[in-house]
């Protein structure tokens, strides 16, 4: 075994070819073996194992940094930069993280797990280093689905304008989640035939070499007129980088060949690394979609597993059912189709379906621009990415009271993908906007009955759900909601547990045979119903979110109780102030103390004991 061998990157500069083919074939039995047990990014990160590999062949990591973004593609990295022997803990509780994480390794040079972060952290990077007189490689890998978000286009620009030494790699799989989309993925596509034209064009001139000099010269001189064309259109040029590719991003000894020469030329280049996502693996490359990032599977016999209904694909179908009773409704995504449920809707209205690629900021003021002429934009958007267009839902939703409704999907503690992807800090960020109204269903028909209720009201609203199963709701249903209104589920004589959202379950468990404990469905955080709190004051209340203590849903019912003068007992059960790292989204609410055992803790801390210790 060569895997065996390597425990740092030195360690691969003494193997011949062979011995890194063999290296390169065992690591993605690993990735595939280790995916297998703990779930991740399995398509993403086989197609990059030549890529890395060359990479750590031609630099030196750690004193070179290589930077990689999104941070999903680089299992293979992580098990030649002395974590193979914890791999096997990939995305576990207190095991490696499934992104590179600063504070995981020397190797990995920043924290990755939004996209289109790692131009600008080398911008920033080469800065520093020339600045300090250092000298070192700055080597960034951005993924073509990573390069659709303005962040990277916008650093690009920068990075152009200065001139300064970096290597930037485009690993170009035509992949984001789904399919790429944008301009620059249709030109990517044209390059490679491009590259064809030019293989094809290399064995036309040999035969005519061969044949005919004279016409040979012509048909050189047509090709020099057609690749000045060609740079002209080249987008890069226009940035100020020198382009260079499409290359085989499978050639693992052709990859080493380029990058000893690129690392050697001055101001920024950029290579084409053209690759297949899920190389290797079959069934990854004939779906790389499902495959992008699986649950467990088993590696002999890999299978596409229903993982049951959820919250997903509960919005999916309301919406495209929505869509037939509402001609104006129109449905945006940044690059997450599959992730929120959105397959059927696009299918089905495709003409009223918008997937804008990883830029969630363009989403939202797109989805402005829609409203403004007319039209019910949703914005399907997970809560952690939402985070990237906070200034867009201000500036050019809420300040104009547009009818833009945010269907925030990932809403909480999101489990293995980590602190990068939970989706914690909504409530925070939106309940201060003026205008904004935020909600969130106990179940499915809620959720259809919030939605249809939101496109009428009109004005900004968001409604947020978060990452589980929930009973699927009939279809055609459409239940009245009482807007603003909390729903008293269960009466109680000494205490009320004020629950929004995903916490409902753990309250209702916790109180459950107890009549001293009070459930209510607190499903409207802005509008809050002052009203039902006014009445419940005269009880101990305990409210409970899947949020940051900080800003959330306790927030606005204390700064509620303080505005109508009344003092109750409150206990706020909510995340703490850290980040939460990765592992089950059970054992990060235990950890938090939101669930059943930590609301009855919090009930007995309040001296309101459970019947069974009377
Ligand atoms: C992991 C995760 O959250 C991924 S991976 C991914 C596709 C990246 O495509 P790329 O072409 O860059 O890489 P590839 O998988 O190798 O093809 C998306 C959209 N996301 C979700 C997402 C959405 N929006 C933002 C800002 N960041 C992330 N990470
Ligand atoms: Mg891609």
Known sequence: MVLEKVNSPEDLKRLS???????????????????????????????????????????????????????????????????????????????????TKVSESEHDAITAGHASTSLAHALGMVLARDLKGEDYHVVAVIGDGALTGGMA?????????????????????????????????????ELQIRKWVQDAEKLGRQILEHISPRLFGLVDRAKEAAKLILHQENPFYAWGLRYVGPVDGHDLKGLI?????????????????????????????????YWHGPPGFNPEKPEKVSKGYSWSQAFGDAVTELAYLEPRLFVLTPAMREGSGLVRYSLEHPERYLDVGICEDVAVTTAAGMALRGLKPIVAIYSTFLQRAYDQVIHDVAIENL??????????????????????????????????????????????????????IGGPIAIRYPRDNVERAPEGAWPEIEWGRWEVLKEGTEAYILAFGKTLKYALEAAADDPRVGVVNA?????????????????????????????????????????????????????PDRFFEHGTIPSLHRQAGIDAEGIRKALQEMGVHPAYER
Do not use: C, W
Not at 171 to 184: C, Y
Not at 428 to 440: D, E, G, K
Not at 524 to 539: G, H, S
């Open 403 to 456: 009818p833009v409704v945010f269907a925030i999907d990932r809403a909480g503690v999101v489990g293995a993908d980590g602190a990068t992807h939970h989706g914690v800090f909504d409530i925070a960020y939106l309940r201060t906007i003026p205008n904004l109204q935020i909600a969130a269903p106990k179940d499915a028909l809620e959720l259809r009955a919030m939605l249809k209720k939101a496109l009428e």
């Open 523 to 575: 499903r409207f955080l802005k509008p809050l119903d002052k009203e039902t709190l006014r009445a419940l004051a005269r009880y101990k209340l305990l409210t409970v979110e899947d949020h940051q203590r900080m800003g959330g849903f306790g927030s606005a019912v204390l700064e509620a109780l303080n505005e109508m003068g009344l003092k109750p007992e409150v206990r706020i059960l909510a995340l």
């Open 257 to 289: 060949h380029i990058l000893e020469h690129l690392k050697e030329l001055d101001g920024p280049t950029l290579l084409h690394v053209v690759t297949k996502k899920g190389k290797g693996y079959k069934v990854a490359e004939a779906d790389p979609i």
């Open 153 to 189: 286009l916008a650093a690009l620009n920068k990075i152009g304008e200065l001139g300064k030494k970096m290597l930037i790699i485009l690993n170009d799989n035509e992949m984001s989640i789904s399919e790429n989309v944008g301009a620059l993925n249709k030109y990517f596509k």
């Open 17 to 99: 070819l062979e011995e890194l083919l063999q290296l390169a074939e065992e690591i993605r039995s690993e990735i595939i073996r280790v995916t297998a047990q703990n779930g991740g990014h399995l398509a993403s990160s086989l197609g990059a194992v030549e890529l890395i590999l060359a990479l750590h062949r031609v630099f030196d990591s750690p004193k070179d940094r290589i930077l990689f973004d999104v941070g999903h593609q680089a299992y293979a990295h992580k098990l030649v930069t002395g974590r193979k022997d914890r791999f096997h803990t990939l995305r576990q509780e207190g095991g490696l993280s499934g992104f």
